[in-house]
């Protein structure tokens, strides 16, 4: 038996700050996002990702507009240094690009690193070590100053190898690994120190604070991001960056948040894979601006694209309920869901917001179409059945028919416990209303409009086909349905009496057909007929004596 022991953990400590400013603010721009799929991701994978591989999520990553891109740490392994020559040599970068690698603060690291850039127009040499007090303690074995040290140190040989390559244009990025677990003043005099290291280069400096491990309620990491852009001397002169994890979970919304805490630069992976459980996903984070009305500067309108590559580099498959990307996350089962999305979209116009409920996304925005949304099961009701007939076969079902038709739906979704394709919902339709059509088969009819003749009433005489016979009827009534139940009821004696009456027009795509719906009480009972035919009035009575003839049928059994 496990020992699950919660006395074993103890809370991460909360900043003091009884004015913070960032709950106050609202994202209102994207902020720079750098992909590190090619590093963080990769390092994360049981097989790291082949140059095959890496060059086909590098051609991703530009074309969706990521203008920075950490590519490996070349330093570590002989593919991730040949795939960042493959990208210079091949010529692969564009210009508004810029590649970052990942070094240790290591004097061979990092010269090994120059020597994986040399040729690049433009680069960003990411140094790190680790600042908390558990990696002092038990990782380095240092006090403050040895890890400040360690800091410095690599900086200097950043910048002493900066100088001697001094074709490309180079910026420098130190991440304080384990931000998220460091003291807060510790990061800063950390960091400071290393700025101070860089700042008469004139490169550009970013500091990227990560949340190596998520280890806290993500406004514990807006704080910490806060109260490190208070307290660093050199704010104006650096672009704060945040790289989170998610190992609560929180790790889109801890980018977020540090963005309204001041980060102007995220780091991440396209649909969030990482360490663990992964980095923070920028896809998430990118859609949840749009989402808001706010450009994110990324292109992800192919959302298919984006994930068949993810897949194929990192080779795993993406939960189908993964924010605004998995195969479920536009589609409803449930049946107020799935009512509430048919009426919505029905008053959607083009030129006004969105404001679908259930749904806080245009699909279609995504390449999602709108077929895929609505799905049924023992779940749904009347609203996605009749959304599924509407939409895949033409039918615009009356709320009466709508109410009977999802009863014989649900009734299967019971007996098979699973989802109802459009196809057994149609097949289910055809035999609940169009075969009883087919079984009273109409074989002539004609109808001599009012004349004094006939009382100024029409006269409709007609024969049908009923179990093997021919039967004959004849009457008359203001207009056809209501002189074929004239007939019905002066030759079997039934009360007949029409409660609603629909037609429309159905284009199959070859022909137009009508289709007629209506409903009956006889002898006080309700009965429903359904029927198609190119001409709208042979429809309507099919329909009528369809409704009719399981009147009898009813009888007999009783
Ligand atoms: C949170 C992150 O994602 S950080 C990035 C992590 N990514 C990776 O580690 C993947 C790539 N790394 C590697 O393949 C390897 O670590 C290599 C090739 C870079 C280096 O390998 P090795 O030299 O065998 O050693 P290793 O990584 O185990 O390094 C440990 C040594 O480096 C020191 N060290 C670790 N990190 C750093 C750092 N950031 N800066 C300076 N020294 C460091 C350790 O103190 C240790 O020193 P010791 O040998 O004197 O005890
Ligand atoms: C190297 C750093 C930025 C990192 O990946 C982390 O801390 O998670
Ligand atoms: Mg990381």
New binding site residues.
């Given amino acids: 038996m496990a020992d699950f022991n919660h006395r074993k953990y103890r809370a991460t400590p909360a900043i003091v700050m009884t004015d913070r400013q960032w709950p106050n603010n609202t994202i209102s721009q994207a902020p720079q996002w750098c992909s590190v799929d090619l590093r963080?991701g990769n390092?994360a994978l049981v097989e790291p990702m082949t140059v095959q591989q890496k060059l086909r999520m590098w051609d991703l990553l530009v074309k969706l507009g990521f203008t920075q891109i950490e590519v490996g740490?070349p330093?570590?392994?002989q593919p991730d240094f040949d795939f960042v020559r493959a990208l210079i040599d091949g010529d692969r970068i564009p210009d508004n690009v810029t590649v970052q690698v990942?070094t240790?603060?290591?004097e061979e690291?990092i010269a090994r690193s120059y020597e994986a850039l040399k040729g690049a127009k433009q680069a960003i040499i990411h140094v790190?070590?680790?600042t908390s007090p558990v990696q002092r303690e038990r990782?380095?074995g240092l006090e403050r100053d040895g890890i400040t040290a360690?800091a410095v140190q690599?900086a200097r040989w950043v910048k002493e190898y900066a100088a001697r390559n001094p074709e490309t244009k180079w910026s420098f990025q130190y991440s304080p690994?384990s931000f998220s677990s460091t003291e807060v003043d510790f990061a800063v005099e950390i960091s400071d120190a290393v700025i101070a290291e860089w700042r008469d280069t004139g490169a550009p400096i970013i500091i990227n604070l990560?949340a190596?491990v998520e280890c806290a309620s993500p406004n514990v990491f807006a704080d910490q991001v806060e109260w490190f852009c208070r307290h660093t001397q050199y704010r104006k002169d650096i672009t704060v960056s945040v790289h989170t994890h998610n190992d609560r979970g929180c790790g889109v919304a801890a980018g977020e948040l540090a963005v309204m805490a001041g980060a102007d630069r995220v780091e991440g992976t396209l649909l969030g894979n990482g360490?663990r459980t992964g980095n923070m996903d920028i896809v998430t984070m990118a859609m949840n601006l749009y989402s808001q009305g706010v450009d994110p500067k990324l292109n992800l309108a192919d959302m298919d694209e984006i994930i068949a590559v993810v897949e194929h580099c990192t080779t795993i498959p993406l939960h189908p309920r993964h924010p605004y990307a998995g195969e479920l996350v536009f589609t409803a089962f449930s049946g107020s869901h799935q009512d509430a999305i048919r009426k919505c979209l029905g008053k959607q116009s083009e030129n006004e917001h969105w404001q679908v409920a259930y749904l806080p996304i245009d699909p279609a925005d995504l390449g999602r179409s709108y077929e895929a949304v609505i799905r049924i099961n023992s779940q749904s009701g009347k609203g996605g059945v009749s959304w599924v007939l509407e939409n895949d076969y033409g039918l615009q079902l009356p709320r009466w028919l709508q109410i009977d038709a999802s009863r014989a739906v649900q009734a299967k979704a019971e007996e098979i416990a699973g989802e109802v394709s459009a196809k057994q919902i149609w097949e289910l339709f055809d035999e609940h209303y169009l075969q009883t059509a087919r079984d009273t088969e109409l074989s002539h009819f004609a109808i001599s409009q009012n004349n004094a003749e006939n009382h100024g009433q029409d006269q409709l005489s007609l024969s049908f086909q009923y179990q093997g016979q021919e039967i004959a009827l004849q009457g008359y009534g203001d207009g056809a349905i209501s002189a074929l139940v004239n007939a019905w009821q002066q030759e079997f004696g039934d009360k007949v009496e029409v409660l609603d009456y629909r037609e429309h027009a159905l284009d199959t795509g070859t022909a137009s057909q009508a289709v007629a719906y209506v409903h009956l009480s006889i002898n006080n009972q309700r009965y429903i007929g359904v029927a198609m035919h190119r001409d709208v009035v042979t429809a309507s009575l099919q329909a009528v004596l369809s409704a009719a003839s399981q009147a009898v049928e009813q009888a007999k059994a009783a």
């Fill in positions: 963080d390092q740490f330093a570590a392994s990942l240790q603060a290591r690291l790190y070590n680790s990782v380095f360690i690599g690994e990560p190596t360490e």
